[in-house]
């Protein structure tokens, strides 16, 4: 199983930028999706997740800003990032719970991070 983040990138404070995380490999179902933020120095900070039923939570730092949605027929997530802010530079990272074909329980899986950068 993979999972592949894209969509980051260099942005204006106020700007916008969406981005992206496909799941692939032997995947059977995805419960819970989340998405993660890390600033060097300091540990990962967890933004949103978003159950397979579409129920979401927020870290109070985004919400308001950040939208999380998924399409459970193409095994991805993505992240509408709005008003960003220069606090919000950081890597982001996918993280899913992923029951795989064979298995008898779920793990959770990470990608492998999209860089975004927010200048003042």
């Known amino acids: 199983v993979q999972l592949q983040a894209s969509g980051g990138g260099l942005v204006q404070a106020g700007g916008s930028l969406r981005l992206s995380c496909a799941a692939s490999?032997?995947?059977?179902?995805?419960?819970?999706m989340n998405w993660f933020r890390q600033v060097p120095g300091q540990q990962r900070e967890f933004l949103t997740a978003?159950?397979?039923?579409?129920?979401?939570e927020y870290a109070a730092s985004v919400k308001g800003r950040f939208t999380v949605s998924r399409d459970n027929t193409k095994n991805t997530i993505d992240l509408q990032m709005n008003s960003l802010r220069p606090e919000d530079t950081g890597v982001y990272y996918c993280n899913a719970d992923i029951l795989q074909y064979g298995a008898r329980n779920s793990r959770y899986h990470w990608g492998q991070g999209t860089q975004v950068t927010v200048s003042s």
């Open positions: 978003i159950t397979r039923n579409g129920a979401t």
């Open positions: 490999g032997s995947i059977r179902s995805i419960a819970i």
